[in-house]
Nanobody, 115 residues
Framework: QVQLVESGGGLVQPGGSLRLSCAAS????????MAWYRQAPGKQRELVAT???????NYADSVNGRFTISRDNAKNTVYLQMNSLKPEDTAVYYC?????????WGQGTQVTVSS
């Protein structure tokens, strides 16, 4: 069984930084695209960033220039480095990955940006 486990969330002041990690485990033969989504209270889940196995990257306009997505294929892990955080970045962040041709989600990690 495949699992995605996120870590690295927490409380940070505006302008601060956090690094999220998402590690895939289980019977993994291939991982294609990996991504981070977020969902703020009362809002729909939105795409934050994606990274293909090739390394091709896309960002939401709202985070472009502040967030950096990366992956370590040897460790089956995707990261999200978040800098210059704003209160509007507060949300539950979810990891998503296509593993063995199936779509898997992590359980989510809370990020709160507040003074």
């Amino acid at each position: 069984q495949v699992q995605l486990v996120e870590s690295g969330g927490g409380l940070v002041q505006p302008g601060g930084s956090l690094r999220l990690s998402c590690a895939a485990s289980g019977s993994i033969f291939s991982i294609n695209s990996m991504a981070w989504y977020r969902q703020a209270p009362g809002k729909q889940r939105e795409l934050v960033a994606t990274i293909a196995r090739s390394g091709r990257i896309n960002y939401a306009d709202s985070v472009n220039g502040r967030f950096t997505i990366s992956r370590d294929n040897a460790k089956n892990t995707v990261y999200l480095q978040m800098n210059s955080l704003k209160p509007e970045d507060t949300a539950v962040y979810y990891c998503d990955a296509f593993i063995n041709a199936y779509d898997y989600w992590g359980q989510g990690t809370q990020v709160t940006v507040s003074s």
